[in-house]
C-alpha cells in the first residue's frame, strides 16, 4: 500500500497571533512552527500501516521553503520520504489542486489528510482532494482499517460516532482517536541522522487560481474583567445570567 | 441569481442549524435583490421555512437518502445549484455540512470560506469574516468565484423570522454511486449535541471522577444543555470523545458555556472563544479560565453546582 500523508507546517497552539503590514499579514515573528496536531495523529497511523501491514509512507507539503524543517521532522518520525511543491499555500482549493497532482502522479492508494490545520482551520482540503482525485473521502475520522482495498472507517458525527466502509483508493481527514495521543512519537537521535540522508522531492506548483484570498485579519475585542459572585450568593449569578446575559 | 440553503434536518424535523442558515441566506438575498431556495431531504412540515425568508423549497424524498452520505448530499444540492443557477450556497458547519461542502465545491468549482460569523461586508467583492487561527483571531476573506459557498458558524447569525411563504416543488436528483456505505451509527438520540446546544455544560478533570457527573447532566438538564468535557478527561474515559471540547475536539460556538472545574489552558479556550457568555467554576482564583470569563464563582464545584442546580430549578419555576 502506498500512502501519503498531508503535513501541514502551522504555528504551535501557545503562539501568540499577531499581524503585520496593516493587519494583511500573519506575524511569524518569535512563532515556533509545528506539525499539525490533525496530521500528526495521521501520521503516527501510516506508520502503524507500514509496520504492521507493509506501506510505504511519503509525506507532503504545499509551501515555502521555511516548511522544511517540519516535513524533515516527519521523515525523522519515520516516513520514507518527503515532497514540498514549493508555493505558498493561500486558499484552501489551490492547496488541493496542488495535492491531487502528486496523488494523481504518485499512485498512492491512501491519502492520510488532518481534519483541519490550526491556523486557517478551512477543514477543507482533505474534502477537496477527494473530490479532485475522484476518491472515497471520510471527513472526522477516529479510526481505520485497511484490508486489502477494503476500509473500514470510524467518523465522528455530532453526538457521537458511525462506522463506514469503503475501498481504497481514499482520502481520510483524520483527527485524535486514529491513534492514542501516548502513541504520537517524538523523533529520536537515530531518526534525525536517519532523515538527512531521505529524499525532500521539491516540486514546481501548476498554474491553478486562487478561489478565495484572506485580505484583512483582525484580533478579538480586549474582554472585560471577569465579574465573580460570591459562592454563597448564588442567586446572584442566576440573576445576572438573566437580567444582565440576557442567556437565561 | 439565486440564493440555494442546504436545511438540514433530523427524523423529518428541522435543526436549529437550518432555520439559521434560511435566515442567513434571507439577508444577503435581501442585499441582493434575489431570493432564497431552500434544499431539503426527507424532510416534513416544509413550509416553516417560509417563516424564515426561504420563498421556495426543493423537497427531496427518497429513503436512499435516510442516512447522511456526503458525496450523494453534494451532488443532489449541485444539481439544485444548476437548475436554480445559484450565485451563493449557504451551509451549516455541523459534521455532515463540513463534510459535503468541499465535495460540493469542487463540483461547482466554488470558493468555498468556512466558520463565517456574519453577513457579507460587501458582495462586490463577495466578502466574509470568520474565524481563524483557532478563534484566536478573525480574517476577512474575498470570494472570487462566480458560485460561493458560505459555511456559517452555528448560533453566531441567530433566526430572524420574516413571516413569509414558500412555494414547494419536488426535487428528484440523479444519486451518483456513494462510495462509502454507513454500517452503524452510534448516537444518543436524546441528547442535544455539542454543536446545535445553545447551552453547554463542561465539566474537567475537577470532578476527579465519572461517577461525579451527575450533578453536571443534571445542571444541563435544567438548562437543556449539552454536555462537554475538557480533553484529560475523555482520555481518562471518564466520559466519550464526542463530548471533548477544544482545539483537537470539538469546537463550541453556544450562547452560554459553563465550565466546571476546567482550568483554561489556550488549547481548551480555543474550542470554545466563539461562545457568547462565559461562566467559570473553579477552586483556584488563578485558573487562567478567570481570565476568559464573563462571570465567575471562586468555590468547589460539589457545593456550588448543586446550589446553582437548585437555584436554577426555582428560577425556572418562578418564570414558567
Ligand atoms: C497539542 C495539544 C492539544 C490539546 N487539545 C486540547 C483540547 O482540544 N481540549 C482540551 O480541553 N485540552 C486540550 N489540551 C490539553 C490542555 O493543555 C489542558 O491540559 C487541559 O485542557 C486541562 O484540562 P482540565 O482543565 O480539565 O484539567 P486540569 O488542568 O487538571 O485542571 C482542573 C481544574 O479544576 C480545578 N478544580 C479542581 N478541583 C475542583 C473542584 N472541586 N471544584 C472546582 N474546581 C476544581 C483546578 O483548580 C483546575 O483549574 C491539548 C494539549 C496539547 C499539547
Known amino acids: 500500500m502506498k500512502i501519503l500523508v498531508c503535513i501541514s507546517h502551522v504555528p504551535d497552539t501557545t503562539s501568540k497571533i499577531n499581524f503585520t503590514e496593516g493587519d494583511t499579514k500573519f506575524d511569524i515573528n518569535g512563532v515556533q512552527f509545528v506539525i499539525n496536531p490533525n496530521d500528526e495523529f495521521g501520521l503516527t497511523r501510516a506508520m502503524w500501516f507500514k509496520e504492521k501491514q507493509g506501506a510505504s509512507v511519503d509525506v507532503v507539503n504545499v509551501g515555502g521553503v521555511e516548511t522544511e524543517p517540519t516535513l524533515r521532522k516527519a521523515l525523522a518520525i519515520g516516513a520514507d520520504a518527503a515532497i514540498r511543491v514549493n508555493t ?15 496523488v494523481s502522479e504518485g499512485g498512492y492508494d491512501l491519502v492520510i489528510a488532518g481534519r483541519e490545520s490550526i491556523d486557517y482551520n478551512g477543514g477543507m482540503v ?5 473530490g479532485l482525485t475522484n476518491s472515497n473521502f471520510v471527513a472526522n475520522c477516529i479510526g481505520l482499517e485497511v484490508d486489502g482495498t477494503n476500509a473500514k472507517a470510524v467518523r465522528e458525527i455530532d453526538g457521537g460516532k458511525e462506522t463506514v466502509s469503503t475501498a481504497l483508493p481514499l482520502v481520510i481527514g483524520g483527527q485524535k482517536g486514529l491513534v492514542e495521543e501516548s502513541d504520537l512519537r517524538i523523533p529520536n537521535m537515530r531518526g534525525i541522522m536517519m532523515a538527512r540522508k531521505k ?18 485579519f483582525e484580533k478579538p475585542a480586549p474582554k472585560g474583567a471577569v465579574k465573580l459572585v460570591d459562592a454563597d450568593n448564588i442567586d446572584e449569578l442566576v440573576s445576572l445570567l438573566h437580567n444582565e446575559a440576557k442567556v437565561i | 441569481m439565486s440564493i440555494i440553503v442546504y436545511t ?14 434560511v435566515s442567513y441566506a434571507k439577508s444577503i438575498a ?64 455541523s459534521a455532515d455540512s463540513k ?48 458560485i460561493k459557498i458560505v459555511g456559517l458558524s452555528n448560533n453566531s447569525f441567530g433566526l430572524v423570522e420574516s413571516g413569509g411563504n414558500a412555494s414547494i416543488e419536488d426535487f428528484s436528483p440523479s444519486l451518483p454511486e456513494s462510495g462509502v456505505n454507513v454500517e452503524s451509527v452510534d448516537k444518543a438520540t436524546d441528547k442535544v449535541s455539542i454543536a446545535d446546544a445553545e447551552t453547554v455544560v463542561s465539566g474537567g478533570r475537577g470532578l476527579k471522577g465519572p461517577e461525579n457527573w451527575g450533578m453536571i447532566e443534571e445542571l444541563a438538564e435544567v438548562l437543556g444543555a449539552a454536555t462537554a468535557c475538557s480533553k484529560p478527561v475523555s482520555d481518562l474515559g471518564w466520559r466519550p470523545h464526542s463530548e471533548h471540547v477544544g482545539q483537537t475536539g470539538k469546537p463550541v460556538a453556544s450562547n452560554l458555556y459553563i465550565a466546571i472545574g476546567i482550568s483554561g489552558a489556550i488549547q481548551h479556550l480555543a474550542g470554545i472563544n466563539s461562545s457568547k457568555v462565559k461562566v467559570v467554576i473553579n477552586t483556584d482564583a488563578e485558573a487562567p479560565f478567570f481570565k476568559a470569563a464573563d462571570y465567575g464563582v471562586v468555590g468547589d464545584a460539589f457545593e456550588v453546582v448543586p446550589k446553582l442546580i437548585e437555584k436554577l430549578k426555582a428560577f425556572k419555576a418562578a418564570n414558567a
Not at chain 1, 199 to 216: F, M, N, R, W, Y
Not at chain 2, 9 to 16: I, P, R
Open chain 2, 99 to 146: 463534510y459535503l461542502a468541499p465535495l460540493l465545491a469542487v463540483g461547482l468549482e466554488a470558493g468555498y470560506v468556512s466558520n463565517v460569523i456574519e453577513a457579507p461586508s460587501s458582495l462586490s467583492p463577495f466578502t466574509v469574516k470568520h474565524t481563524a487561527f483557532t478563534n484566536k483571531a478573525f480574517a476577512n476573506t474575498e470570494i472570487s468565484t462566480d
Open chain 1, 88 to 102: 505558498q499555500a493561500t486558499d484552501g482549493f489551490s492547496v488541493a489542486k496542488e495535492l491531487a497532482k502528486v
Open chain 1, 126 to 130: 482533505p474534502g477537496m482532494l477527494a
Open chain 2, 8 to 21: 438540514e434536518s433530523e427524523n423529518g424535523k428541522f435543526k436549529k442549524a437550518a432555520l439559521e442558515v
Open chain 1, 199 to 216: 529524499p525532500l522531492t521539491v516540486l514546481e506548483p501548476a498554474e491553478t487560481g486562487v478561489k478565495t484570498k484572506a485580505i484583512s
Open chain 2, 30 to 93: 435581501d442585499q441582493m435583490g434575489s431570493s432564497v431556495t431552500a434544499v431539503v431531504v426527507n424532510a416534513d412540515d416544509l413550509e416553516s421555512l417560509g417563516n424564515y425568508g426561504a420563498s421556495k423549497v426543493l423537497s427531496i424524498k427518497n429513503d436512499a437518502l435516510n442516512t447522511f452520505n456526503a458525496k450523494t448530499y453534494a451532488s443532489a444540492i449541485e444539481q439544485a445549484a444548476k437548475q436554480e443557477a445559484a450565485n451563493v450556497i449557504v451551509v451549516s458547519t
